[in-house]
C-alpha cells in the first residue's frame, strides 16, 4: 500500500452508486402484471390456515397471532431502497421511525400466579399457571459476562414457560474468566426481583426449611442448545413437579431463538430493563463517558477482541511472521480436536477477526477524521503496545478505562466480570459502537443499541474486508475507501439491515421493536421526516411507552 494509506491523515474518497437492472421478458402481446398486494397474500394465507384448522383443531388465535407476525415483518421491508444513499456515518437517518417496546399486553397474565390456562394456546406454550409455583428453578449460567447475561434473560423466560418460581441464577467461576464474582457483585439483585415480579416470581435461595424437608438433594440436567418451549414442558417440567428443585446447567443459547413474541418481550425486559448493575459499576462506568464527553462530543467505542487464545483457536494468521505462527501454533495445540486450516483461506472465507490497525483503516475509509475520540475495550492484545500503535496513529485521541480510571478502577481489577461491565456502559453511551468480531459482546450490544433506538452499530463486513485488507497494498487509499464504503453497506445498524428471525434474537430483538406511524414522524411544517423539529412533539408523547436510555433508565 502507499505511504498515503499506511500513514494516513486527511482520506478522501466518494461512494461509489450503483444500480442495478433486470431484464424483463415479455411477449409483444402480454401485458405489465400488477405487483401482489400484501394484503392479498395475508389474506390468502388466512383462509388457507383457516381451511386447515377444521382438520387440525388449531384455535383461531392462532391465526391471528400469524397475521400479526407475518405484518410485522412487512414493516421492516418498508425502508428497502430508501437507504441508498451516502449513510451518516454518526447516525442513521431512519432510526426515528423505530423505537424499543417490551411492555406486556392484555393476553400476558398480569401476575405469574394469576390463575389462567394460557397453555390451552398453541402459539404461547406455557404451563397452567395455578395459584402455586410448580417447584424452584435453579440456573447455572456458563462463559463470560455478556454470555451469562443471555443465560439469565433466557431462565427468566424458561422460568416463565414452567410456572416455577426462579432462584437467582449462580454465575461461572470455573471457566476462562476465572472470576469468583456473584450475580449481587455485578447486578443489583433487589431490582432484578422487583422489576420481573409481575412476569416471574423470583427468589435469593430455596428456604433451607424446604431444602431440609426433601428426601433426595436437586436434580440436575442439561438441555439442548436452542430447544424450544415445547422441549421444556414435555421433558423439564414433568421432573420438576416430582422432584420440587431442579437445577438446569451450562445454561448459555438453551432456549429457542423464535419463540411467541409476548415471550420475546419478556427477554428483553429482562435483559434491557431488569439487569441493571450495581451502584459502583454504574457509577464507575457513567464517570468514564462524562470524562469522554468532556473531550468531545461524539466518541466512538471500539471493542476488539485479539487475545492470544482466540486467535490461535481461528487458526489465522496476521502477519507476525515465524514468531506468530510458532507461539499461536502451541497455543492451538490445547484444542485436540482442531484441525490444521489454511489460514489465507481462512480469511478469504471472513473467519478472521480484524486486526487493531484493519479496524483504524476501515473507520478512517468511513469517514471517520484522526480527531475523531475512540475508546477502546479489550482484554489483553495479542502483541500488546506494538499491535496497538497503527490504531493509536490513525487516531491519536485514543483511550481506555486504565487510562480514564486511574485510582478508581483499582477496586476492580481483580474482577474480569466487572471490568467488562464497565466497558459495556461506555460502549453503550457510545455514538459509534464498533466491533471487530462477532462474539457474544457485540452481539448483545448490537442488539441492545437497536432496541435504545437503534445507535449506530458497525460490523465489519469480514467476507468482503477480509480479502481487501490483503489486497490494499495494490490500490490507491481513493479505491480502498470507496470499496470499504460499498462493502460496509448492510453493515451499519440501519433499522432495515437484518430481517426478523434471522440470527440471535439477542442480537436482533424484532418482536421488541416498534414501528412509529409516519404521520407521528413527517414534519407537519416541512414534510421532512427528518426533521429535527418534527419529531420534538413525538418525543413528548412517547416517553411514556418508550424506555428511557442509558443512565436515566437506572433511575426508575
Known amino acids: 500500500m502507499s505511504d498515503k494509506l499506511a500513514l494516513l491523515q486527511h482520506p478522501g474518497g466518494s461512494l461509489l452508486s450503483h444500480k442495478h437492472e433486470c431484464c424483463k421478458w415479455r411477449s409483444s402481446a402480454a401485458q405489465p402484471r400488477k405487483p401482489i398486494s400484501w394484503s392479498l397474500i395475508c389474506g390468502l394465507m388466512l383462509f388457507c390456515l383457516g381451511m386447515i384448522s377444521l382438520f387440525t383443531g388449531h384455535v383461531a388465535s392462532d391465526l391471528e397471532w400469524y397475521s400479526q407476525r407475518l405484518m410485522k415483518r412487512r414493516s ?3 425502508l428497502e431502497g430508501i437507504n441508498k444513499g451516502p449513510i451518516d456515518k454518526w447516525q442513521s437517518d431512519y432510526a426515528k421511525y423505530f423505537y424499543g417496546c417490551s411492555k406486556r399486553s392484555r393476553n400476558f397474565p398480569l401476575s405469574p400466579n394469576q390463575s389462567l390456562k394460557f397453555a390451552d394456546s398453541s402459539f404461547m406454550p406455557v404451563a397452567i399457571r395455578a395459584r402455586s409455583s410448580n417447584g424452584y428453578l435453579l440456573i447455572a449460567a456458563s462463559g463470560g459476562l455478556n454470555q451469562q447475561r443471555t443465560g439469565i434473560s433466557d431462565a427468566v423466560v424458561v422460568a416463565r414457560i414452567l410456572n416455577a418460581t426462579l432462584v437467582i441464577p449462580e454465575l461461572d467461576h470455573r471457566s476462562y474468566w476465572k472470576d469468583d464474582s456473584d450475580f449481587a457483585n455485578i447486578f443489583d439483585v433487589n431490582w432484578f426481583i422487583s422489576y420481573l415480579a409481575k412476569d416471574v416470581t423470583i427468589v435469593r435461595r430455596v428456604p433451607d426449611k424446604f431444602m431440609r424437608s426433601m428426601d433426595k438433594p436437586p436434580y440436575t440436567m442439561r438441555v439442548p442448545r436452542k430447544s424450544p418451549p415445547e422441549y421444556y414442558l414435555d421433558q423439564v417440567l414433568p421432573i420438576l413437579q416430582r422432584r420440587s428443585v431442579l437445577q438446569l446447567t451450562k445454561f448459555d443459547y438453551r432456549l ?12 428483553c425486559r429482562a435483559n434491557y430493563h431488569a439487569l441493571r448493575f450495581t451502584k459502583p459499576i454504574q457509577e464507575l462506568g457513567q464517570k468514564l463517558v462524562t470524562r469522554m464527553r468532556a473531550m468531545a462530543n461524539r466518541f466512538i467505542a471500539v471493542h476488539l477482541r485479539f487475545e492470544p487464545d482466540m486467535l490461535a483457536f481461528s487458526g489465522c494468521y496476521f502477519g507476525g511472521g515465524d514468531k506468530e505462527r510458532n507461539e499461536l501454533g502451541e497455543i492451538r495445540k490445547r484444542w485436540e480436536t482442531l484441525t490444521d486450516v489454511d489460514a489465507d483461506e481462512e480469511r478469504r472465507r471472513g473467519r478472521c477477526p480484524l486486526t487493531p490497525h484493519e479496524v483504524g483503516l476501515m473507520l478512517r475509509a468511513l469517514g471517520f477524521a484522526n480527531d475523531s475520540y475512540i475508546y477502546v475495550a479489550s482484554g489483553e492484545i495479542y502483541g500488546g503496545e506494538e499491535t496497538l500503535r497503527p490504531l493509536r496513529d490513525l487516531f491519536p485521541n485514543f483511550y481506555t478505562k486504565d487510562m480514564l480510571a486511574n485510582e478508581d478502577l483499582k477496586p476492580f481489577l481483580p474482577f474480569s466480570s466487572r471490568l ?9 453511551e457510545s455514538d459509534v459502537f ?9 452481539k448483545i450490544l448490537a442488539g441492545r443499541r437497536r432496541y435504545m433506538g437503534h445507535k449506530r452499530t458497525i ?4 467476507k468482503r474486508l477480509g480479502p481487501l485488507m490483503m489486497e490494499r497494498d495494490e490500490m490507491d487509499w481513493d479505491t480502498f475507501a470507496r470499496k470499504v464504503k460499498a462493502f460496509q453497506k448492510g453493515f451499519m445498524g440501519e433499522p432495515d439491515e437484518m430481517r426478523p428471525g434471522r440470527g440471535e434474537f439477542h442480537e436482533y430483538p424484532y418482536s421488541c421493536i416498534c414501528e412509529r406511524p409516519l404521520s407521528d414522524v413527517v414534519d407537519n411544517k416541512r414534510g421532512d421526516p427528518r426533521s429535527e423539529q418534527g419529531n420534538q412533539g413525538l418525543r413528548e408523547r412517547s416517553k411514556e411507552e418508550e424506555p428511557a436510555l442509558g443512565a436515566k433508565e437506572n433511575e426508575a
Open 459 to 462: 460490523r465489519p463486513n469480514a
Open 420 to 428: 467488562a461491565a464497565i466497558d459495556y456502559i461506555v460502549c453503550d
Open 76 to 78: 421492516y421491508f418498508k
Open 434 to 442: 464498533v466491533t471487530n468480531n462477532n462474539g457474544n459482546m457485540a
Open 256 to 267: 429457542a431463538n423464535n419463540i411467541d413474541d409476548e415471550l420475546q418481550k419478556l427477554r
